[in-house]
Every structure is written in structure tokens, then in C-alpha cells.
């Protein structure tokens, strides 16, 4: 426990004496009293942590990881995982592959071990904030204890926000728990070691996302998934595309198809499914479960504090993040929001408003809030697809053109990756955009020029008719909109 800091006289610091088994005077506890508590060193809570500290108010954060300060983001999460994409990337057929991979995990160490410095001193070395290292579980509405045992400290505030993240979930597939060769998306951009063979039981974003990156790494890759279609929450046309250039890198997809169990060999696990009544294996030295992630709360005992949850395991909390304590705040991944970094760091907007602002920011405020797959090219979507703002009935116009299409677009030449497609549905009345799918280079910079132009009303029209710089990728915008297909 770091309780040397000589900030600590700053919180109101109580000692007091405890009675071990016997009843003699044994230990000592110490409590902390701050104005305000935040459990996880999240985005969103160490976001509000440096703004309350800023503003005057003695915060405390803990954090139960040396080796996650500053979250799952610059760790374990985006910041690791696209520079792996980025270094995947880079191998030519004749680097080697395991030394190459090496030699990236030691890359991608060095920048998370920097950032994950950079964000403990940047919240610690404030005069009113303070981080606690140790796993924090509610005593009561206004306290955790930090740590167990005669190590333990408590920590009290009259506000707590609550931004613990969220952790993977194991599907109930026999074998699959107790396999040795099964991984998390955490062991595996931590092990140096390039697996030959990686199956990746679930074909959603992050399950996408690691095929890719291992397959350019040089591991044969499946991807085992049940629904029938990959991307199938995108239109047709869209994962189609994406889902052919997955498949023209080498990545083995097999969709509709059950996994029943898995068994250790020595080396590898021997992945058993069921597809069309039939069963098939596949083998591999190492197994990714994607197939979801769940709030983090196990360890935080919310009944102790009076926290309610939801169905599915979230925080449960009101538009304004407010649990049912009201002074008692949930943000980020564990409120069972979209998981994503940025819409944490919105949950400390909207926080912050509460708690030093004017109170007026909600989460139903938000809007046209983007998402990218970072496979290569990346997929950025965001708004309604095709499908989506036909089954309501909107009356749509459907721009649409192949990237190598795109006369308006020679950076696609220049970079040589011209795969790939974008597609926008504009209200035919408004000419205002209400969705965009973008499978391109740099679409994770191009959607966001079109999100902003969605929240704030700039029309189709205007956006095409913008001056971008030359050669980019936004001058696609240039284009892409007088492409009408539908
Ligand atoms: C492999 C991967 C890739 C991703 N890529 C992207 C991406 O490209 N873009 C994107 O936007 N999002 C991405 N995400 C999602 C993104 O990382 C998360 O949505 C985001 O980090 C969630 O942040 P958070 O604020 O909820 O908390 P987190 O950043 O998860 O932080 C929670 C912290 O709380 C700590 N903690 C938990 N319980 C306790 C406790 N009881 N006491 C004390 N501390 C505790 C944890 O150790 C952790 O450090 C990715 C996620 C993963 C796993």
C-alpha cells in the first residue's frame, strides 16, 4: 500500500486501534476522509479525477494494478492492440516471424510501460489527489477498504464514482476454462511467443480485430463464430466486403457453427464444432474466447453500499450516471454502456457537469456516436445502416462507390490500399446524413468529419461541397455523396 506520500496529511487521516481474536489491541487501521473517491483508473474516472483536483477537491483514486494505471485503454486495450496492427503491417515475407513478433511485443512494452508511468505521475503528482494501490470493496455508502488484512486502509468521501471497467467472459463451452492453451485478448498481446496456429472462438469486433492482426503477424488464424453471417448487424453489401478482404488475407471464417467443446493435447487444444449437423475440429497452440466482455464488479460488493445492479450485471444508473445512491456515480465500461474509451471519457462529461457544472449533459444527449473495427483497412460505422433506415420506413437516398473507384481519393494509390468501400444514407427530404459505413484507409479519421457533420446538421451536400486537403482520404466526401445507388 503506497501510504508514504506525503499528500496523505491533506486527507483527513484517522488512526484507530483494533482487537485481534483475543481481544487485545492488535492493529491499526487507517482511514482516509477525501471530498471525493473514485474506484478503477479508468478513463472516465481518472478524466474527472484531474478535473475535481484541479478544481480544489481532495481526490482519491485506487487502482488495483501497478500495471494498469491509466486504465484498460493505454495497457491491456486500443493503445497495445493498434500499435500491433500498425507493426503487423509493417512484416515483409521475408522477416522472421517469431523474432519479428518479438521484437513488436517489446516495442508495444516499452510505449505502454511509458504511458502507464506517464498517467500515474500525471493524477499523483497533483497536490490534492492521491493513488491508492489495491483492490477497493464497499464497507458501506461511503467507504471501501483498500486491501486486506492489517495492510488494509479505508478511504470515506461524500462522492464515489464508481470505474472499474469491464473483464472477458468465458463462454460455457466444456473444456474451454480449464484448457491451458486458452487466452485472453491480455495474455496473448503479452506473450512474445507467436502462436503458429490461433482459433478465436467469436467473430465479433475484438475477435475481427486479433485475426487480422495475428494473421499479418503470420499465425494461421480461425475464426470460429455461430450467427451465420459475420458483421451481421451491418448491411449486406458492407460485411460482405469487409468479410472478402478478412478472407483474401488468409484468415479461415467459418460462421453458423457451435463450438461443443475443447481438449488439451500437449501443445494445443483441439477445438471441437457442430455446423450444418455435422462435427469438425481444428487445432491450435492457442485459443482466444471473444466473445464478450462483462462489467467488472465482483470484487466491489455494491450491496454493501446499497448499489443496485442490472440483469446483465451493469451498475445500474439514471440518465445522469447517478446509481441508486445518488452520490455514487458509475462510468465507463461497468454502467454496461458501448465499450469503447471515448464513450468513458463522455461518462466523465457528463459527471463532471453534476458535480461541477451546470447538471444539463445526459447520456441520451449523445448522438451519432462512431465505431471502427481496426482491421486493415479499418471499418468505421456509425448513425443507421441501409437495412435499419428502410425497416422504419424513412424515405433514404443510398450514396455508395468502391474505394478504387474514388478519382476524388489518390491517397488510396499513394498508400497502396485501395480495398475496400463507403456507403452513407441521407434523409431524401433533408439531405441530412443519418448513417455511414466506411471500409477504407484511414476510415477511423474519415468518420469522424461525418459524425460531426450528423450532430450538427451539416448536410450532405455541405459536406460534399467542403475544401479538404490534398491528397487525403477525406476528399472521398468530395465524391462518394453524388454516387447515388439508391
Ligand atoms: C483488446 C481491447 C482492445 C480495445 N480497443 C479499443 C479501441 O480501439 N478503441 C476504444 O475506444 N475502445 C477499445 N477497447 C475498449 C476500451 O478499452 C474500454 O471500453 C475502456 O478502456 C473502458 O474504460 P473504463 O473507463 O470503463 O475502465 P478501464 O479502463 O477498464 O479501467 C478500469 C480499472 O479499474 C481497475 N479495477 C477494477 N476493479 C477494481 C477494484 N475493485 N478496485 C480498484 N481498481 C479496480 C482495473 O484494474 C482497471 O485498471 C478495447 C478493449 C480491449 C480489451
Known sequence: MRLSSIKLTRFDLVESMVRGKTGAMESTITTLNADVLVVGFGKGGKTAAHALSDAGRRVILVEQSENMYGGTCPNVGCVPTKMLVHYSNERRSEDDAQE?????VEGVRA??????????DALDGKDTAT????????????????????????????????????????????????????????????????????????GGYLGLEFADIYQHFGSAVTVVESADHLLGHEDDDIARAATDILAGDGI??????????????????????????????????????????????????????????????????????????K????????????????????????????????????????MAVPHTLFMTPPLATAGLTEKDARAQGLNIRVSRENVADIVAMPRAYT????RGVMKFIVDAHTDRILGAAILSIDAQEIINTVTLAMRYGITATQLRDSIFTHPSSTEALNEVFDKVVG
Not at 519479428?100 to 513488436?104: E, G, K, L, R
Not at 510505449?111 to 500515474?120: I, V
Not at 497452440?285 to 471473444?290: K, Q
Open 111 to 120: 510505449l505502454t510501460s511509458a504511458f502507464r508511468a506517464g498517467n500515474f
Open 327 to 366: 452520490h455514487i456515480f458509475a462510468l465507463g465500461d461497468v454502467n454496461g454502456g458501448p465499450q469503447f474509451t471515448y464513450v468513458s471519457l463522455d461518462d466523465a462529461r457528463i459527471v463532471l457537469d453534476q458535480l461541477l457544472g451546470e447538471g444539463k449533459r445526459g447520456r441520451s444527449d449523445r
Open 100 to 104: 519479428f513478433f518479438a521484437n513488436s
Open 415 to 418: 498508400v497502396e490500399e485501395t
Open 131 to 202: 493513488v491508492l494501490t489495491g483492490t477497493a470493496r464497499f464497507i458501506d455508502e461511503h467507504t471501501v477498504a483498500v486491501g486486506d488484512g492489517d495492510d488494509r486502509i479505508l478511504v470515506t468521501a461524500p462522492t464515489i464514482l464508481i470505474n472499474t471497467g469491464s473483464e472477458p467472459l468465458i463462454p460455457e463451452i466444456p473444456g474451454l476454462a480449464d484448457s491451458i492453451h486458452r487466452v485472453s485478448s491480455t495474455d496473448l498481446i503479452k506473450n512474445d511467443r507467436l502462436p503458429d496456429r490461433l482459433v478465436i472462438v467469436g
Open 252 to 325: 479461415t471464417l467459418i460462421t453458423g457453427a457451435r463450438v461443443v467443446h475443447v481438449r488439451d493435447e500437449d501443445t494445443t487444444s483441439i477445438v471441437v464444432y457442430e455446423q450444418d449437423g455435422q462435427t469438425f475440429s481444428v487445432e491450435a497452440e492457442a485459443v482466444l474466447a471473444a466473445t464478450g466482455r462483462r462489467p467488472a464488479i465482483a470484487n466491489l460488493d455494491l450491496a454493501a453500499a446499497g448499489v443496485r445492479t442490472t440483469a446483465s450485471g451493469a451498475i445500474e444508473t439514471d440518465d445522469q450516471l447517478r446509481t441508486s445512491q
